[in-house]
């Protein structure tokens, strides 16, 4: 099991979604990154990042990870929001049979997990349809 | 950079070995290779392995392996790319070799995946994505690989039966391969019915759980003329990288690493893509092998799935894919495959592929890919 530390020092982007924008070409990174993937600027300022967007693809995990068992089935997605920026995360109070690639969606802050008894409970943002 | 061949390759029985251990996997199968290449000497070693750590609790693999090969204390190293590992050792040896500073390398690949669970292997797969941003979500691999088919079947119209038309060829190959986990026929109905992993991705669209070793031995060309068995040489090799979080690339339903590696390793060669014989490729999932076909540049983009369908990459069209009977049913030891490949396709541009041989075949292609494709390796080879 990881330390808390693990979990903490991605509060900012779990909690409150903060990027960062680079000052060269204005490609957001989540999470951020030292050198940007567009320009290799080096320069950024923090945003927040739009909290809808649209699903460019995703499926149905009926065979979950160590953790996520009691989950499963559940449904995961990747979305482009709505300043471009790409996440990863399930989608969550929908029919799997409405999942469609550009399907509506607005992030929802939610439980992501919890490790075991007692250890840390893991938050962070899911995809509802919006 | 001198020119390099291979001579000598080898490669245990895969499957669920319960009687046999990592060590032994790789082992067996290294002194197939030295037999097979009639050396006495070698000079270094490079082993393909993705995460002994985490399947069998064992680091420091490298010097433990050539420690029971009885080969200490020559140079040992032990390389990870995730599930291009193998391929990645392979590229490795191969610079070894060319580079002037070995002249005899063996290349192994291992993995001992059922010492585990199966949820703590799906875990120690899991690794390879990126685990802050995507298997903190509950992300597995085959749901990796269904959203990539979910994106590949809504822009190009990519059917289910196209996907299990990769499960039932590359089992038909395998069928003739005796080393194969799963020597027989599935049929496209048998895996449109079976259980569901990650939607649309079900049980036998799917690699299994393996455990393996593959190797072969290296040397420069002029001296793998004198050699007991008919030299292959190594013409091209390319590497490329991108990112490993899925949501990251520009395209979902597109391996760019494995174009640009492609490229590389044609361009070495001297080489189109249509002079290949024959296609080792990485068929972790069905759907991988239809993007990889489009990739390499067989097909046109979008239309890996019609490929399929038309026979083009069966064992007697135009293009065989995965003669071998592919990850999908000759199994994938993650480190292995890699090597795997290679041992495959030297067989064949040797004329000793028995049942699943491709007639006259002399030139061919190995494709393997880590994760999602945040690795690719390809790698270009010519009988004589």
Known sequence: MPTPSRYWREIPQRYRLEGEKCKGCGRIAFPPRPVCPGCGGREFEAVKLAESGRLLTYTVIRVAPEGYEDQSPYAVGIAELDDGARLTAQVVDCDFADLKVGLRVRLEFRKIHEEGEAGVIHYGYKFVPA | ?384
Not at chain 2, 1 to 28: C, H, P, Q, Y
Not at chain 2, 73 to 80: M, N, T
Not at chain 2, 161 to 166: A, G, I, K, N, T
């Open chain 2, 1 to 384: 950079m001198r020119d390099v061949a291979v001579i000598g390759v080898g490669m245990t029985k895969w499957g669920e070995l319960w009687d046999k251990s990592l060590r032994n996997l790789f082992v067996e199968s290294a002194l197939l290779a030295i037999e097979d290449a009639g050396v006495e000497k070698i000079d270094s070693m490079v082993v393909g392995c993705m995460s002994s750590g985490l399947f069998t609790g064992q680091e420091h693999l490298a010097s433990l392996l050539s420690d029971y090969l009885g080969r200490n204390p020559i140079p040992a190293a032990r390389v990870e790319s995730a599930c291009s590992s193998g391929g990645l050792a392979f590229r490795q040896g191969f610079l070894e070799v060319a580079s002037g500073m070995s002249d005899v390398v063996l290349v192994g690949g291992v993995e001992k995946m059922t010492d585990v669970t199966g949820c703590e292997a799906t875990f120690a797969l899991g690794t390879a994505a990126d685990q802050e941003y995507e298997g903190y979500h509950g992300l597995t691999f085959p749901g990796l690989y269904a959203m990539m088919a979910v994106a590949h079947m809504d822009r190009y119209g990519t059917t289910r039966d196209q996907l299990s038309m990769v499960a039932a060829k590359n089992h038909d190959n395998g069928s003739k391969n005796p080393l194969a986990q799963y020597p027989f026929k599935v049929s496209v109905e048998a895996v449109n019915k079976s259980v569901l992993v990650a939607d649309p991705l079900r049980i036998l669209d799917c690699s299994p759980i393996t455990d393996g070793a593959a190797a072969v031995i290296l040397c420069p060309l002029e001296a793998a003329r004198k050699a007991k068995k008919p030299a292959v040489r190594i013409a091209g090799s390319g590497h490329a990288t991108d990112t490993i979080a899925l949501a990251s690339r520009a395209d979902l339903a597109w391996l760019e690493s494995t174009r640009l590696a492609a490229d590389k390793a044609l361009a070495m060669a001297g080489r189109k893509v249509e002079d290949m014989d024959l296609f080792e490729v990485h068929d972790c999932f069905t759907i991988a092998e239809i993007m990889v076909t489009e990739a390499l540049g067989l097909v046109e983009r979008g239309r890996g799935g019609r490929a399929v369908e038309d026979g083009l990459t069966a064992l007697g069209g135009k293009f065989p894919v995965n003669p071998s009977g592919g990850l999908k049913a000759k199994g994938h030891p993650v480190g292995a495959t890699g090597v795997a490949q290679v041992v495959e396709v030297v067989k064949q541009l040797r004329g000793e592929a028995g049942e699943r041989q491709v007639k006259g075949a002399e030139r061919g292609l190995t494709q393997n890919m880590g994760g999602t494709g945040g690795s690719a390796l390809v790698h270009i080879f010519e009988a004589g």
